[in-house]
Structure formats: structure tokens, C-alpha cells
């Protein structure tokens, strides 16, 4: 091979190497945690699983059931909104998720809590999980969104 040859070829490499080492480290502003809000795919899926997995109790349009701050007669609390007038958002992604696959007992560390929440593990697929909450946070305005992301934020830096 020429020498220019040699010359081209270990720049092209050079160039690729390069663009590949930037695009790893360039951040991702756009996700802060788990979820996708952002990317369309994940949350039509996570509209339909919502749709046919959440909406009976959290509602069509996440409005959640009526009087959900108060417990039942037996002591459990029903289903909250999960839009911005609930307290949804003001967990980080880690926490939803393990809320929604293993239940809220298990994800909390209490025993014995009652929840009439459902555990999807087996049912759902983690990203049939996380698909669900991405098209819930994909709802919130802006700003709860900001706040959101500023939580995942602080929450990671203490792990
Ligand atoms: C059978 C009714 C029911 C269904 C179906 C249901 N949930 Fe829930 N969910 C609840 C109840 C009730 C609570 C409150 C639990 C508690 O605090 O004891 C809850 C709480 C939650 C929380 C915690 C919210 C917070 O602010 O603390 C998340 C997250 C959640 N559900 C996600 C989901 C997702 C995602 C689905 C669908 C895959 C789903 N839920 C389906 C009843 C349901």
C-alpha cells in the first residue's frame, strides 16, 4: 500500500474512533433517569399498557380515584392520580419502577403494609414497565417534568 494510502485509511479510522468516543460522552439531556418521556416508540407502548393495565384504577385521563387520600374500610388507600395533582411525580424513576413490579410493600421495605396496588412482575415486562410510567411523566406540563428530572438527578448523585 502507498503511503498516502496507509495515511488515508489511519485517518478515516482516526475520525471514526472519534466521533464514537464523543458520542458516548456526550450527555443525554433529554433522559435523567429510567424513563423515555421523550421517545415516541416506547411511549405509544406505554399508552396502550397503561390503557389496559392502569387506567381502571388510576383513571383514562390519570385522574386517579375519588377521595384518594382516604383509607377504605379496610384500611387501604385507593388508587391516587398520577398526574400533576398527585404525589406520582415526586418519586424518582427507580422508585416507580420497583413500586409497579414488585408492589408497594416490598418497594417501601414495610411487611406488612395493605395496598391494593397490584406487583406486574410476570405480568409486565420491565419495559412494558417502564413504557407506562414514560407515556404517565410524558403527560406532566413542563414544569413538574423539570422538577422531576432535577429529583432522578439528586436521587442518583446519592447512590
Ligand atoms: C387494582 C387497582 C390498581 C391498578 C390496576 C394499578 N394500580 Fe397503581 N396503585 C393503586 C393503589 C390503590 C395505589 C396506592 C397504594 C398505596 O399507597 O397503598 C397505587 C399506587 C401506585 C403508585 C405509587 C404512586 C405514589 O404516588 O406513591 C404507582 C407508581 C402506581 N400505582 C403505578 C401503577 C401502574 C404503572 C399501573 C399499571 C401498570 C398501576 N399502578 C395499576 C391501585 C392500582
Redesign the pocket.
Known amino acids: 500500500m502507498k503511503r498516502s494510502r496507509l495515511f488515508l485509511a489511519a485517518a478515516v479510522i482516526g475520525a471514526v474512533v472519534l466521533v464514537v468516543a464523543i458520542s458516548s460522552l456526550a450527555p443525554k439531556p433529554a433522559s435523567t433517569g429510567l424513563l423515555e418521556p421523550d421517545d415516541v416508540q416506547v411511549t405509544t407502548l406505554g399508552r396502550q399498557?397503561?390503557a389496559m393495565?392502569?387506567a381502571?384504577?388510576?383513571g383514562a385521563k390519570l385522574e386517579g380515584?375519588p377521595n384518594w387520600r382516604q383509607r377504605d374500610a379496610q384500611g387501604?388507600?385507593?388508587?391516587?392520580p398520577?398526574d400533576a395533582s398527585?404525589?406520582?411525580w415526586?418519586?424518582p424513576d427507580e422508585t416507580?419502577f420497583r413500586?409497579?413490579k414488585v408492589g408497594?410493600a416490598k418497594a417501601a421495605n414495610l411487611a406488612s403494609?395493605?395496598?391494593?396496588?397490584?406487583a406486574?412482575e410476570g405480568v409486565?415486562t420491565d419495559a412494558e414497565?417502564v413504557a407506562?410510567?414514560s407515556w404517565?411523566k410524558a403527560q406532566w406540563p413542563v414544569s413538574i417534568r423539570a422538577q422531576h428530572d432535577e429529583l432522578n438527578r439528586s436521587s442518583s448523585r446519592q447512590r
Open positions: 399498557v397503561y393495565h392502569c381502571a384504577c388510576h380515584q387501604r388507600l385507593p388508587a391516587p398520577h398527585g404525589h406520582t415526586h418519586h416507580l413500586i409497579t408497594v403494609y395493605e395496598s391494593s396496588m397490584p406486574y409486565l414497565i407506562a410510567l404517565i
